[in-house]
């Protein structure tokens, strides 16, 4: 059981097309692990996914290459129209979260198309 923080949720007819949750680990040290967990964990589902390689070696520890922007801690699993992406990411507070995010491509597309309609109807 992972507890989120946040979560979002997109809804095109009544159907969820992106949803988003969003993780704090309990002390930063620990962000790496939870995210291999989490990793792990939609692996054993999914398979082994797609990981962005860290760009460069670098001297700090993790926490301080993530927030600056030197360490990469991102995977995605994707078969055509769905796409899954886990990825470290820091907060407006530069706090470390880890996102888990779920888009079906079709239903985002119909999504887009009726917040457009949405929006020309406000003028």
């Not at 949803?19 to 680990?25: L, N, R, T, V, Y």
Request: glycine share 4%.
């Amino acid at each position: 059981s992972r507890p989120c923080v946040e979560f979002i949720v997109c809804f095109a007819n009544d159907t969820a097309c992106q949803a988003e949750f969003i993780f704090e680990p309990e002390g930063e040290a620990q962000s790496v692990n939870y995210f291999i967990n989490l990793k792990n964990d939609l692996k054993s589902v999914y398979g082994e996914g797609e990981t962005t390689p860290n760009p460069q070696r670098y001297d700090e520890d993790n926490v301080t290459a993530i927030k600056n922007g030197k360490a990469i801690y991102e995977t995605y699993w994707e078969d055509g129209n769905n796409l899954i992406w886990a990825h470290i990411t820091l907060s407006k507070y530069s706090e470390i979260r880890i996102n888990l995010a779920y888009r079906s491509s079709y239903l985002f597309n119909l999504y887009q198309v009726q917040q457009k309609e949405r929006n020309k109807s406000e003028f």
